[in-house]
Nanobody, 125 residues
């Protein structure tokens, strides 16, 4: 089982950009379907984006569509989330997640069995 470590969070002004990374240990990253989720204070963890084993299937939450881009580099055991045109409502802890039980995890948290520790993203107005 891989371990996932997020990085790249921070404080940014509204309209700015950040790129999050999710680094995976181990040799099996290419067999993991991956996703990004986020959790704002007092709210449930919500789906942001998902990508299949090969990167051929990608999906986004409506709230981030056309602003965020998910990608992966299996040779580097890393997944990315490019976040542009950030808004204060994007403020949250962002988590990466992975699953080997299917080639595409989709938007359901229960589909993922491996989670990172999260990275804080704060967008100021």
């Amino acid at each position: 089982q891989v371990q996932l470590v997020e990085s790249g969070g921070g404080l940014v002004q509204a309209g700015g950009s950040l790129r999050l990374s999710c680094a995976a240990s181990g040799r099996l990253f290419s067999t993991y379907a991956m996703g990004w989720f986020r959790q704002a204070p007092g709210k449930e963890r919500e789906f942001v984006a998902a990508i299949s084993w090969t990167g051929g299937t990608i999906n986004y939450a409506d709230s981030v569509k056309d602003r965020f881009t998910i990608s992966r580099d299996n040779a580097k055991n890393t997944m990315y989330l490019q976040m542009n045109s950030l808004k204060p409502e994007d403020t949250a802890v962002y988590y990466c997640a992975g699953t080997t039980s299917r080639n595409y995890g989709g938007s359901a948290r229960s589909n993922y069995e491996t989670w990172g520790q999260g990275t804080q993203v704060t967008v100021s107005s």
